[in-house]
Structure formats: structure tokens, C-alpha cells
């Protein structure tokens, strides 16, 4: 079943932060964040793993709640550069395929 | 390394006719899978493979056949193009046999058939 992302997109201006949540209705066994820009190949980010464990890249970070089956990627400080949309994939064992939500569209103005 | 090269990047196919998109990696992955990209749908798994000769079934494999004889190699053919296969796909790989770890993907293939 695919996660569900929200919001489904969002103006931020430079500077500001914001907060782009995956939800999925079964348990988890690990999340998978990738950022799209228009026209070009989806670029991976991070992964989680079950387990609450939080990683982070410069002012991009992520979390991942086992109980509410859900993973948070935190954008800090935004940049112009992060403008794009974001997907979030999940994993629900070991050995299965990676279902990607729909996306959310990040938006940065000047 | 090449990463993941797709050919061709844009093709446009009448409704009914067959054509067969390229993938391949250079990285010796064992994990390659097929997606499709529509307008506010994000990606949705066609396809995958985790290692030659073995492949299965995604979200919408309908309309979609795969094999892989080799390691590099991942085509995805369509067997009677509809228009309602127009889309942007992608091939993605991994390291190992399950998709674990990060995904590299390729430029992409815009296909419209009309």
C-alpha cells in the first residue's frame, strides 16, 4: 500500500523551515527519503530504520516513529537549492519491494 | 562508472505498437526495478529484479514484461502500447539483493503514445 505524504506541497520562504511527513497504514520495517528536481532523476537523501533511530545530512534531517508508523523529514534554514519534490519510499520487511508516496512539492522564495 | 544509462530518452510509439526501454548499470547491483512517473502520482513500481534471472511483479506490472539474463541489464518491454502507458520511467539499482539501500536512478525515458 503506498504511504501517505503530507502536506502535498508547500511555499516556504528562504530561511524558514518545514516539517514533510510519511504515513503508512503497515508496519514499517524502513523509510527512504528521495528528492526530485523538475525534469531530472530522483536523488537519494537518507534512510531510516526502524527503531526512532534519527539521521541527518547538514540542515536536512529525518525521523522515524515505529509506533505511529510514520517517518518526518526536517528541512532547517531553507535553501533556494532545496526547492524540489520530495518522496518518501517504505519498506515493509527485510526482503520486500519499496512502495514511494506521492510526493511533496517544497516551493522556496527569495 | 556510468551509474544507470537508459535509452532512449524520448520515444513516442502509436497506440498497439511494441518497443522494448534499455536500462543498465555499471556498479555490479544485484537490485534493479522499473518505475513509472505520472503527473501528482509519484513513482509506482512496475518491475523489479534481485538478481539475474529472477524477477517479479510491482504495483501496476500490467501491460509490462521484464527479464534479466545478465546482471547489467534490466529491459522493460511493453507489449501493445495505450495511451494510457504515457509516462516517464525510470530505472533505479541497488547494492544487494533487496532494495535496502540507496537507489540510484537513471535520467529517465519520456514515452507518449498516442
Known amino acids: 500500500q503506498q504511504p501517505v505524504q503530507s502536506p502535498q506541497a508547500v511555499i516556504l520562504r528562504e530561511g524558514e523551515d518545514a516539517v514533510i511527513n510519511c504515513s503508512s497504514s503497515?508496519?514499517?520495517?524502513?523509510v527512504h527519503w528521495y528528492r526530485q528536481k523538475h525534469g531530472e532523476a530522483p536523488v537519494f537523501l537518507m534512510i531510516?530504520?526502524?527503531?526512532?533511530e534519527q539521521k541527518g545530512h547538514e540542515k536536512i534531517s529525518a525521523s522515524f516513529n515505529e509506533k505511529k508508523q510514520q517517518s518526518s523529514l526536517y528541512l532547517t534554514a531553507s535553501q533556494l537549492s532545496y526547492s524540489g519534490t520530495y518522496f518518501c519510499?517504505?519498506?515493509?520487511?527485510?526482503?520486500?519491494?519499496?512502495?514511494f508516496g506521492s510526493g511533496t512539492r517544497l516551493s522556496i522564495r527569495p | 562508472n556510468a551509474g544507470v544509462t537508459q535509452t532512449p530518452k524520448f520515444q513516442v510509439l502509436k497506440t498497439g505498437q511494441s518497443m522494448t526501454l534499455q536500462c543498465a548499470q555499471d556498479?555490479?547491483?544485484?537490485?534493479m526495478s522499473w518505475y513509472r512517473q505520472d503527473p501528482g502520482m509519484g513513482l509506482r513500481l512496475i518491475h523489479y529484479?534481485?538478481?539475474?534471472?529472477?524477477?517479479d511483479q510491482g504495483e501496476v506490472p500490467n501491460g509490462y514484461n521484464v527479464s534479466r539474463s545478465t546482471t547489467e541489464d534490466f529491459p522493460l518491454r511493453l507489449l501493445s502500447a495505450a495511451p494510457s502507458q504515457t509516462s516517464v520511467y525510470f530505472c533505479?539499482?541497488?547494492?544487494?539483493?533487496?532494495?535496502?539501500?540507496?537507489?540510484?536512478f537513471g535520467p529517465g525515458t519520456r514515452l507518449t503514445v498516442t
Open positions: 519510499g517504505t519498506i515493509y520487511s527485510s526482503a520486500s519491494k519499496i512502495i
Open positions: 503497515k508496519a514499517l520495517y524502513s
Open positions: 531510516l530504520l526502524k527503531g526512532g
Open positions: 556498479m555490479n547491483h544485484e537490485y
Open positions: 529484479s534481485v538478481g539475474a534471472g529472477i524477477t
Open positions: 533505479a539499482s541497488n547494492n544487494g539483493r533487496t532494495p535496502g539501500t540507496e537507489q540510484y
